[in-house]
């Protein structure tokens, strides 16, 4: 049977993606790669994706995916049996919406434009108060987030979404996990639940 190729790194939003294959029963293979290091990998990985950034995806017919949150819906079209996402007609749908579009659009680009500022050409000054800034957006980012949710034990309440996967992936991320203990207890709670599923716990140990 024709797989899903998933192109992905430790330590990345390729996780995410991975769980969410995993959790949908689909088959897929993983390409592990050190996508920032030149060399053939990286190039494949620029061919088929632009920006060079993982998660990218390969579907069985060949189409590309290069967007963490569409892959998830995709994967949800693909495999509704997963719950990766609320129905349509539930009423935690719109509210699952924007946040996962305030996961990729709003808190994710603070990694990519704070993890290395000086490629975009910025000096060690300039460099340094970019990277403080983004990671104090992303501060107050998860700061709001935490003060609109009640996890019960999940993020949307009883039943667990994609939301859970990406917030068990990102809470690992700066500012790390102290912080989040301190300032955002109910996304770690949220977290943890989701880590507690023994095919998520793999995933998440072997990629952080
Ligand atoms: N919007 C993308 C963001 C993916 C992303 O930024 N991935 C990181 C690795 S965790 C990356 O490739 N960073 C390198 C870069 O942006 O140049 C998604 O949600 O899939």
Redesign the pocket.
């Given at each position: 049977m024709a797989e899903y190729e998933l192109i992905a790194?430790k330590g990345?939003?390729?996780a995410v993606i991975e769980m969410a294959l995993a959790l949908a029963g689909l088959p897929h293979r993983i390409t592990l790669i050190p996508?920032?290091e030149p060399g053939p990998q990286r190039d494949r990985l620029l061919a088929l994706n632009p920006?060079?950034?993982?998660?990218t995806l390969v579907l069985p017919d060949g189409t590309v995916m290069?967007?963490?949150?569409a892959m998830v819906l995709h994967i949800d079209d693909v495999a509704p049996q997963a719950r990766l996402a609320p129905r349509p007609d539930d009423s935690n749908r719109a509210a699952f919406l924007n946040l996962l579009v305030v996961l990729?659009g709003a808190l994710?680009p603070t990694?990519?434009f704070g993890?290395d500022p000086k490629q975009f050409g910025l000096d060690e000054n300039a460099a340094s108060v970019l990277r403080a800034q983004t990671d104090a957006r992303r501060m107050r980012l998860w700061q709001h987030l935490e003060s609109r949710i009640s996890p019960d034990p999940y993020v949307l309440g009883r039943e667990r979404s994609a939301i859970d996967l990406y917030v068990a992936v990102m809470t690992h991320w700066r500012p790390g996990s102290a912080w989040f203990a301190e300032h955002c207890p109910k996304l770690l709670a949220a977290a943890e639940a989701t880590a507690a599923d023994p095919r998520i716990g793999e995933i998440l140990s072997r990629n952080m």
């Open positions: 790194s990345c939003g390729s996508y920032l920006l060079g950034q993982v998660p290069t967007e963490s949150a990729v994710y990694f990519t993890d």
